[in-house]
């Protein structure tokens, strides 16, 4: 189970309620971390180990995890970052690390002593924050992260690596470097950006003893994409099937100079089980795309880009496959969002021409997937792509909420984010991917499991999971270098078999 910060608070109360205790789950936290040092380690006896611990319930971890790996022989010290710690649970941890003479360090008045000690470190265990932190560190914070991250030491962090936003996947400035993340009782948002955030480094779940029925009534906000879960999702074709029922796709693409996204996107829709594809084009591409997607039928727009009859009868759109940008071709997205009454898929220069208008979302008639990357995502933001990428699901989820649309970010972790807040992060693909036109095969792809009558989340999901998994695949095949990206459509062939 993948779960919020806050939701993994209500779990503690939950398991609080029927009688494990916070002291208790503290007690068991700090144990597993200990034990799963000393096993990574396979000895911890005369080791020597810092542990940072905040002012917090992750400090109070720390301050047990500090006591287990003393009585496993190791030499510890404990930094102490914010003087004695704030909860009863955590107080009285601290107080057994006291009662053991283990040596205390205020990281504020002994930052002398502590560089010295971290000279000749050999294991640090990181429990400033956990997955309560957000914003940015201080400069307190941030010089303890410095002084970890330069360290020759294995790094443990415990649930989450201080300076590293748990539920956005914000990156802090000098956050720290873990080796390992010791996640407690449940995976949360983060630890499944493990592509785009090395900082996490290894993860591992620890069991803390929480009873199954504390996670009962929590709802699942945020799920891993998995191949055979969404396999599940896509529509049997019944035996009575004919071409207009399994789906009639409607797609705006390609233009002078970039037939090439209309073919891949159509060839995406049509190998993933579209029934009728009406390709949409100027007229002076048609016939280069028509000669390589003969299944296609066409349609061409008049003077007056007047959607309506393209539209009519249509189960999905996509629109912005090498559509181009300008004048006419913001005025041609503002007549489809405005006049379809199926759901859409927005892509490439569609979402290039939003940017530039982004009220053309308002009072639109469909249900909308966007599907950007993260320089796409900036500029409908109007934020640098960096500030994207340092909080890859805030900006998803937010962008979400106040435009109700589903988001598909691109990345090496492919983010979803629909307006009620779910979440979904893909885990499959692989740097093959990173070529012209692989977006397009994933619009074509979504467009088609839409027009097949998935539902938006679904579809979203379904696409960019299978997307992946058959880029994986062909990455086996024939190597990340030489792929492109209509070579997966064989291996999607295998995965949809």
């Given at each position: 189970?993948?779960?919020?910060?806050?939701?993994?608070?209500?779990?503690?109360?939950?398991?609080?309620?029927?009688?494990?205790?916070?002291?208790?789950?503290?007690?068991?936290?700090?144990?597993?971390?200990?034990?799963?040092?000393?096993?990574?380690?396979?000895?911890?006896?005369?080791?020597?180990?810092?542990?940072?611990?905040?002012?917090?319930?992750?400090?109070?971890?720390?301050?047990?995890?500090?006591?287990?790996?003393?009585?496993?022989?190791?030499?510890?010290?404990?930094?102490?970052?914010?003087?004695?710690?704030?909860?009863?649970?955590?107080?009285?941890?601290?107080?057994?690390?006291?009662?053991?003479?283990?040596?205390?360090?205020?990281?504020?008045?002994?930052?002398?002593?502590?560089?010295?000690?971290?000279?000749?470190?050999?294991?640090?265990?990181?429990?400033?924050?956990?997955?309560?932190?957000?914003?940015?560190?201080?400069?307190?914070?941030?010089?303890?992260?410095?002084?970890?991250?330069?360290?020759?030491?294995?790094?443990?962090?415990?649930?989450?690596?201080?300076?590293?936003?748990?539920?956005?996947?914000?990156?802090?400035?000098?956050?720290?470097?873990?080796?390992?993340?010791?996640?407690?009782?449940?995976?949360?948002?983060?630890?499944?950006?493990?592509?785009?955030?090395?900082?996490?480094?290894?993860?591992?779940?620890?069991?803390?003893?929480?009873?199954?029925?504390?996670?009962?009534?929590?709802?699942?906000?945020?799920?891993?994409?998995?191949?055979?879960?969404?396999?599940?999702?896509?529509?049997?074709?019944?035996?009575?099937?004919?071409?207009?029922?399994?789906?009639?796709?409607?797609?705006?693409?390609?233009?002078?100079?970039?037939?090439?996204?209309?073919?891949?996107?159509?060839?995406?829709?049509?190998?993933?089980?579209?029934?009728?594809?009406?390709?949409?084009?100027?007229?002076?591409?048609?016939?280069?795309?028509a000669g390589q997607l003969i299944q296609s039928t066409f349609k061409f727009l008049g003077d007056d880009l007047d959607v309506r009859p393209i539209l009519g009868g249509a189960s999905a759109v996509a629109i912005g496959c090498g559509l181009g940008q300008g004048e006419r071709q913001r005025t041609l997205l503002y007549n489809v969002l405005h006049t379809a009454k199926c759901p859409v898929v927005l892509d490439a220069d569609g979402i290039n021409n939003l940017s530039r208008d982004i009220d053309i979302l308002k009072e639109r008639t469909c249900e909308l997937i966007i599907t950007p990357h993260a320089g796409e995502m900036a500029s409908l933001c109007k934020v640098h792509a960096n500030d994207i990428l340092r909080r890859p699901i805030g900006s998803a989820v937010e962008f979400a909420k106040e435009h109700g649309v589903i988001v598909v970010l691109k990345g090496a972790n492919t983010i979803l984010a629909d307006p009620q807040g779910h979440i979904a992060i893909n885990t499959t693909g692989n740097p093959g991917l990173a070529k012209a036109g692989s977006g397009d095969v994933l619009t074509g792809m979504i467009s088609s499991f839409l027009s097949q009558g998935m539902s938006a989340w679904d579809a979203a999901k379904a696409g960019v999971c299978l997307h992946g998994a058959a880029a994986d695949r062909c990455a086996e095949r024939l190597g990340k270098t030489y792929m492109q990206p209509d070579d997966i459509l064989l291996d999607l062939k295998e995965i949809l078999k």
């Open positions: 189970m993948i779960v919020t910060s806050s939701q993994m608070k209500q779990i503690e109360h939950n398991a609080n309620d029927l009688n494990m205790s916070y002291r208790a789950m503290m007690e068991n936290a700090g144990r597993q971390a200990a034990q799963y040092i000393r096993q990574t380690l396979h000895q911890v006896d005369g080791q020597k180990v810092v542990v940072f611990c905040g002012k917090g319930n992750n400090g109070g971890d720390g301050f047990v995890a500090a006591r287990h790996l003393m009585t496993m022989g190791a030499r510890v010290v404990v930094v102490l970052m914010e003087g004695e710690p704030q909860g009863p649970e955590a107080r009285l941890m601290y107080q057994q690390v006291l009662d053991l003479s283990i040596p205390v360090l205020p990281f504020a008045s002994q930052h002398l002593q502590i560089e010295q000690v971290m000279n000749m470190v050999d294991v640090v265990v990181d429990a400033m924050y956990g997955s309560g932190f957000h914003g940015e560190l201080s400069e307190l914070h941030q010089a303890a992260a410095q002084l970890i991250n330069d360290s020759p030491a294995l790094v443990f962090s415990l649930d989450v690596p201080s300076g590293i936003g748990c539920d956005t996947g914000e990156v802090s400035e000098n956050a720290v470097n873990a080796d390992f993340t010791i996640v407690f009782d449940s995976a949360k948002p983060v630890h499944l950006l493990s592509k785009i955030i090395s900082k996490l480094g290894r993860i591992v779940v620890a069991d803390i003893g929480i009873p199954y029925a504390a996670h009962e009534n929590i709802e699942p906000l945020v799920t891993s994409l998995e191949e055979a879960q969404v396999l599940d999702t896509i529509p049997k074709k019944p035996i009575n099937a004919h071409k207009t029922s399994t789906g009639r796709l409607v797609n705006f693409a390609g233009s002078f100079g970039m037939a090439g996204a209309a073919i891949l996107s159509g060839r995406g829709a049509l190998r993933s089980g579209a029934g009728y594809l009406v390709t949409v084009t100027p007229r002076d591409v048609y016939p280069i795309i």
